[in-house]
């Protein structure tokens, strides 16, 4: 599975359907470390909240941050699933994302359409363009969450107390503004 991005068993038709260039550019041998321990966060349990975009957000910046906390020595943009290129435009246009979300009235949205254009895994934004990844919300997500546990009050927080504290409580103590 970890033939590495320029494998030719990548580029056949049936597999494209699988891995399309976005998901296999990942599949390096450098990378499993990182895809194995994500699989094992996806499995770890949480809250069920609304499906709206802001507990989408949060709960991905949860399991990043989490990631993150796990792999300390590893590059964000391995930690992403970003290209260095694409983490330096989130870094630089962090605030235009946000006003985005924010002025759209977006945070709350549950329509599936809207969530999918800012959550879902893709070579580039639907919104943003092309110099912009796919799952822009994770990004958006980890931010806050690294804000809210970076605040006093959560000093001595667990991982766990993190992934079981509720997104809403997250966002409403975090007060992101970038």
Not at 27 to 35: C, D, F, G, K, R
Not at 79 to 88: A, H, I, R, S, W
Not at 163 to 177: E, G, R
Request: charged content about 20%.
């Amino acid at each position: 599975m970890y033939l590495g991005a320029s494998s030719s068993w990548y580029q056949t038709e049936s597999l494209q359907t699988i891995y399309p260039t976005y998901k296999s550019s990942r599949l390096e041998p450098s990378n499993m470390v990182v895809i194995a321990i994500e699989n094992l966060i996806e499995d770890l349990p949480r809250i069920k909240e609304s499906d709206n975009l802001m507990n989408n957000m949060i709960e991905a910046g949860k399991k990043q941050y989490l990631l993150k906390a796990c792999l300390p020595n590893f590059q964000d943009s391995v930690l992403f699933g970003y290209t260095n290129e694409q983490l330096k435009i989130l870094n630089k246009e962090e605030s235009k994302i946000w006003d985005y979300i924010v002025a759209d009235k977006l945070i709350y949205t549950t329509n599936t359409s809207d969530i999918m254009a800012i959550m879902q895994e893709s070579t580039s934004n639907e919104i943003f363009g092309e110099d912009f990844p796919g799952n822009i919300g994770k990004y958006i997500g980890f931010k806050i969450v690294d804000i809210w546990m970076h605040q006093k009050a959560q000093a001595n927080i667990t991982m766990e107390q993190l992934l079981l504290t509720p997104a809403q409580q997250i966002f409403s103590s975090a007060n992101y503004n970038p």
